[in-house]
């Protein structure tokens, strides 16, 4: 949203309230994407959420369809100029920089004691700097090594994650019925149908998260070639390659929380998962 120079209360108008580090440090973007104010010091300066932008995080839709997470990136982060290409490994620091710029110090979570003779539910607040600090990035510059091949990975980018996110979801509202399915054939009909739906899938996430595979004969970085490959080779080295992606994501995504049951004092572990379309809410 363009504002007028001229108004002369332009000087109340909000100012970047923290600083971010991606955990890229801006590597695989094009400057077109991310404009560094200084290349030394490659902080993003956030800005807190106009009204406008929290009335953004109310419509279902545009957060379901990723363009609403997109808007208000634009609007609190104005150096990322195209959020659509903001990295699967940047994502969640993004959000939580957002989050922080609002002025709040943490995040609540839900946690049940998983202890057997204790099924105690309460609210832990995770302190959002301690959460920024836990996320990393990958080493996207070390191949996966099979045989004379070299496969090199990237991130990919936010576009590309939520449009798997909706193919995931139309794939969960397809196949949900599997079970009430009365009969049999028809029943393991659907079941390889919605197998062969998860591979296809899997393989589109696989292929966009390869930048390229190295040779004796060259890099070969055309995907159709790359999905060829992938569709042919054996099983073994499918399944390394695509470890080998998951522990490179793994690296980019937030910790199990520590948890203490406040009951009990049973400590445990909880997976935590930022979805972008209720963390506004």
């Known amino acids: 949203m ?23 440090d801006g590597k695989g973007y094009a400057p077109e994407d991310i404009e560094f104010e200084d290349e030394n010091n490659r902080e993003l300066p956030v800005y807190p959420m106009t009204a406008i932008d929290e009335i953004t995080t109310k419509t279902p839709d545009a957060l379901f369809n990723g363009s609403a997470t997109v ?15 903001v990295l699967s490994c940047d994502i969640d620091a993004i959000l939580i920089g957002i989050k922080a710029a609002g002025g709040e110090d943490s995040l ?35 191949p996966y090594k099979v045989g004379e091949l070299e496969v090199y990975f990237k991130p990919i980018d936010y576009k590309v994650m939520n449009e798997i996110s909706l193919e995931q979801f139309n794939i969960q509202a397809k196949y949900s019925r599997l079970a009430e399915m009365e009969n049999n ?5 659907a079941n390889q149908e919605a197998l062969r739906d998860i591979t296809e899938i899997t393989m589109d996430v696989l292929t966009a998260a390869i930048d390229k595979i190295g040779s004796p004969d060259g890099d070969v970085e055309e995907k159709e070639h790359i999905v060829d490959f992938l569709k042919n080779c054996d099983t073994k080295t499918y399944e390394g390659i695509r470890d080998y992606n998951a522990d490179l ?4 995504t937030i910790r199990s929380l520590d948890m203490k049951c406040a009951t009990c004092e049973h400590e ?14």
């Open 2 to 24: 363009t504002t007028n120079q001229n108004n002369p209360l332009r000087q109340y108008f909000r100012r970047p309230s923290v600083f971010i580090s991606l955990p890229s």
């Open 71 to 85: 808007e208000i990136i634009k609007s609190c982060i104005p150096a990322i100029k195209n959020p659509w290409k």
């Open 108 to 142: 609540t979570v839900e946690s049940k004691c998983p202890k057997e003779d204790c099924d105690t539910t309460e609210d832990y607040a995770i302190n959002l700097q301690n959460l920024l600090r836990s996320i990393k990035s990958g080493d996207y510059e070390t």
């Open 185 to 189: 054939a028809e029943r393991i009909k």
């Open 249 to 252: 994501r793994a690296v980019s």
């Open 268 to 281: 445990y572990k909880q997976q935590f998962t930022l979805n972008a379309t209720d963390f506004f809410a």
